[in-house]
Nanobody
C-alpha cells in the first residue's frame, strides 16, 4: 500500500507565505514524479507544479515566480514554498505521486496516488 499525506496548509493574509509538505510512504521502490494540484470552490482541479524523477520542475503561469517546488528524495517528500500569496490562491491543495512499490517480495506494482488535500486560505 502507498499513502500520500500533505501538511502545512492554513490561513494567511495576502502577501504572506506558506510551505506545504507531501510525503509518500509504503514500500516505495521508485518515485517517477510528484505534482501539486489545487481546487478552488466551484472550479476544476488544476495543476500548480510538477516535478519529475530527474528534478525537472514546471509551474502553472499563475504561480511562476511566487511558488517553488523542491524534493527530498531520501525522505520521499516534496515541498511547495508559496510566497506572495493572493486571495485567488485559496483552494484545497492536493499532492499526486506516481511510481513503483514492492507489492510482495520479488514483485513490483506501479502506483498513481493522491493525498486527501490541505486547505490554503488567503485573506485580502
Amino acid at each position: 500500500q502507498v499513502q500520500v499525506v500533505e501538511s502545512g496548509g492554513g490561513l494567511v493574509q495576502a502577501g504572506g507565505s506558506l510551505r506545504l509538505s507531501c510525503t509518500v510512504s509504503g514500500s516505495i521502490r521508485t518515485i517517477n514524479g510528484m505534482d501539486w494540484y489545487r481546487q478552488a470552490p466551484g472550479k476544476e482541479r488544476e495543476l500548480v507544479a510538477s516535478s519529475t524523477a530527474d528534478d525537472v520542475t514546471n509551474y502553472a503561469e499563475s504561480v511562476k515566480g511566487r511558488f517553488a517546488m523542491s524534493r527530498d528524495n531520501a525522505k520521499n517528500t516534496v515541498y511547495l514554498q508559496m510566497n506572495g500569496l493572493k486571495p485567488e490562491d485559496t483552494a484545497v491543495y492536493y499532492c499526486h505521486a506516481r511510481g513503483w512499490y514492492d507489492s510482495r517480495p520479488g514483485y513490483q506494482r506501479n502506483f498513481d496516488s493522491w493525498g486527501s488535500g490541505t486547505q490554503v486560505s488567503v485573506s485580502s
